[in-house]
């Protein structure tokens, strides 16, 4: 599961970094205690509960594009079944 | 150890604590200097934020112009952050249009410019999930000149998506030669203002979209076919009924309704001269599948701006009101002709009597007064009939209802129209239910009606019987009023022709069956009148034409009180109940 959670938070990094720009992106996410994202935006390491990174990071996102991100993010998650199902749930 | 010496070794004891002291309070100072020149900057950072969050939403105001909005956004980056070019991409649905205006800050090369557009279509791309059409995008570019020479990439940049009811109209893309130059904290607050823009302008289009749903319902629901055009003759809006009026699809284009009229309304001619003149333009008539329709277009004018919005056309169908038009002329018509023919002919007797006054005989002028007084009586009850038809409709007819024997009125009748029947050689049949309650009915106005009833019955039938049956209705076992029927043998109703029966001018729909039938032709009319006016119903029953019809009228019961069988009823009525007249 912190696998998928890696390379679904790396997917929606990237997409945030076409949307917004890498610079703004890459600011907001790498302030996420634990998260070590390349400058490409591949997520090398979550480093602590991967729902609560993604609770945080989807948060910023959220406030940066509203609506963008929260279509962007229902998109992605069609790809991430178990993890739409977690999120959903929790 | 002398005093001088005692300070001196405190001293030198204590002097590294002491400037140790010094240099802690320094920095101690210096940390709390510097916080409080953070909380400073940070304090008027925030107040210029709010500034121009103030500025920006009051120069958007109430507006749901995206373009406005972007250019309002990008107009005000200058006064937060740094930058090479600020561009902006709109994206026109109704025009299929991407307009691209790049403002040049700090000099930069076409490719730099190209770079910035190629980053906006991927952020376009990968927001709206849709392929982008280059050919689609309309570019331009202000501010400083472009300097072919620089071979500065852009090495930071951040996009600004401007969304409205949850729709994507726009991006404002910053970018600068310098590297990371924007961070979370610099553009925060631009994020806030699109946010707020983005938030008041969604407000705005809700209201507008409900009301504009409660105007298409209006639209929608009305009697008349609508459309609407813009100044440029872009369709806005049609009506279910437009379409059904000139049959053509729903949602058509303009060139479809324009087609639907086959060439009897140059359509944009007429909306061009609308949107010319201020001045009302007069309706016009086409026939359009084999429907009359009234044309108006109307100039729609934006009263703030006193400018011409668009062109509305009003499609009226005014078929029933040309075709009863045509029927009140001809009408008057058969009127006209109906009485010129009796004036004629008292005229002409009239000038014999006088002229050959001396050579006529008594016998002959009294023959010749007799015809002038049954033709001067045929005329006063058409004239009767107008006078009635008249009356009905300005409301004005009155039916003066009382208790009495619908019988004797009956019977009285039926034995009026004795010598007509023994003179066409017909059988003519009354037949009343014994025990018949009062009725509630007006005794003038009734005769009317039967006289009507039988008279018509006479005209259309060459041989055979007539039947006139009075009695009660009864329903679950309870009178609730006298019903009376006059059948006969004659020619039948078509059933294309029952529901112009009792119509004004149904005779005249029906065309007159026979030369040779004279009247107004109104009679069922005025005795459909006559009838509800007392509480009745009349209608009637013909199994088609040749094989005679039954008419009925019902009259209420007076006081739904049934009526005990009297010596005075069987006395006067008896000899005609159940007796056939011949």
């Excluded at chain 1, 929260?70 to 749930?89: C, F, H, N, V, W």
């Excluded at chain 2, 557009?117 to 280059?134: D, H, L, R, T």
């Excluded at chain 2, 009864?474 to 059948?487: E, H, K, Q, R, T």
Aim: glycine letters at 6%.
């Amino acid at each position: 599961m912190q696998e998928e959670y890696r390379k679904f938070l790396s997917e929606l990094i990237k997409k945030q970094m076409v949307i917004l720009g890498p610079n703004l992106v890459l600011s907001k996410a790498r302030k996420i205690d634990g998260l070590k994202i390349g400058d490409d935006g591949e997520v090398a390491a979550i480093g602590r509960d991967p729902l609560d990174t993604f609770k945080e990071i989807s948060g910023y996102f959220n406030d940066l594009s509203g609506h963008i991100a929260q279509i962007t993010l229902e998109r992605l998650l069609e790809k991430y079944p178990g993890l739409k199902q977690e999120i959903a749930s929790s | 150890m002398d005093i001088t010496t005692i300070i001196l070794a405190i001293t030198s004891v204590s002097s590294p604590f002491a400037i140790f002291g010094y240099f802690l309070m320094r920095s101690k100072f210096k940390n709390e200097l510097d916080l409080s020149k953070k909380r400073e900057e940070e304090l008027a950072r925030r107040a210029y934020e709010t500034a121009v969050l103030k500025e920006i939403g009051d120069r958007i105001g109430y507006s749901l112009d995206a373009v406005k909005i972007v250019e309002i956004i990008s107009g005000s980056l200058g006064k937060l952050v740094p930058y090479s070019t600020v561009c902006h991409m709109i994206f026109d649905e109704k025009k299929d249009k991407v307009i691209l205006a790049c403002n040049i800050n700090e000099s930069v090369s076409s490719n730099f410019l190209r770079e910035v557009k190629n980053k906006m279509i991927a952020a376009s791309v990968e927001m709206a999930q849709k392929p982008f059409m280059e050919d689609d995008l309309d570019e331009s570019i202000s501010g400083n000149i472009l300097n072919e020479e620089s071979r500065d990439p852009i090495r930071s940049f951040f996009n600004l998506p401007i969304v409205i009811a949850q729709k994507l109209v726009g991006v404002i893309n910053v970018s600068s030669t310098i590297g990371d130059l924007y961070n979370d904290e610099n553009t925060e607050v631009l994020y806030k203002i699109a946010k707020l823009a983005s938030e008041e302008a969604t407000k705005l289009q809700q209201v507008l979209d409900s009301e504009k749903s409660r105007l298409v319902q209006a639209v929608q629901s009305l009697s008349d076919g609508l459309l609407m055009v813009d100044t440029k003759y872009h369709l806005v809006l049609v009506n279910k009924k437009l379409c059904q009026l000139l049959g053509v699809v729903s949602n058509p284009s303009l060139f479809d309704i324009a087609n639907s009229l086959s060439g009897n309304l140059d359509l944009r001619s007429m909306m061009e001269e609308a949107i010319a003149t201020d001045e009302e333009l007069p309706a016009r008539e086409i026939t359009v599948k084999e429907k009359t329709l009234q044309v108006v277009a109307s100039r729609v004018l934006d009263k703030i701006a006193q400018k011409p919005m668009g062109v509305v056309v009003l499609l009226h169908d005014i078929t029933d009101a040309k075709s009863l038009e045509k029927l009140r002329q001809d009408f008057t018509s058969m009127m006209v002709h109906e009485l010129r023919a009796p004036l004629t002919n008292i005229k002409s007797t009239a000038e014999l009597l006088i002229k050959d006054s001396s050579k006529i005989k008594k016998d002959e002028s009294t023959k010749y007064l007799a015809n002038i007084d049954s033709t001067s009586l045929s005329m006063l009850e058409l004239v009767n009939d107008l006078l009635d038809v008249a009356k009905m409709e300005a409301d004005k007819f009155d039916v003066i209802s009382e208790s009495g024997d619908l019988a004797i009125v009956i019977a009285e009748r039926v034995e009026s129209f004795k010598p007509q029947v023994a003179e066409r050689g017909l059988k003519l049949n009354l037949v009343v239910d014994r025990n018949l309650p009062k009725a509630y009915f007006d005794k003038v106005r009734i005769k009317q009606v039967i006289n009507n009833l039988i008279s018509n019955a006479l005209k259309f039938t060459q041989a055979g019987e007539i039947t006139v049956k009075v009695s009660q209705e009864v329903v679950n076992g309870n009178p609730i009023d006298i019903l009376v029927a006059v059948s006969d043998t004659g020619i039948g109703i078509d059933r294309e022709e029952a529901n112009k029966l009792f119509s004004r001018f149904g005779q005249l729909v029906m065309g007159r069956r026979t030369v040779a039938l004279k009247g107004s032709g109104l009679g069922l009319y005025i005795a459909k009148g006559i009838v509800e006016a007392q509480g009745g119903r009349i209608w009637f029953k013909s199994e088609g034409a040749g094989l005679g019809s039954t008419f009925y009228f019902t009259v209420p019961i007076a006081d739904n009180e049934l009526r005990k069988p009297d010596a005075h009823y069987v006395d006067n009525v008896g000899k005609m109940v159940n007796a056939k007249i011949n």
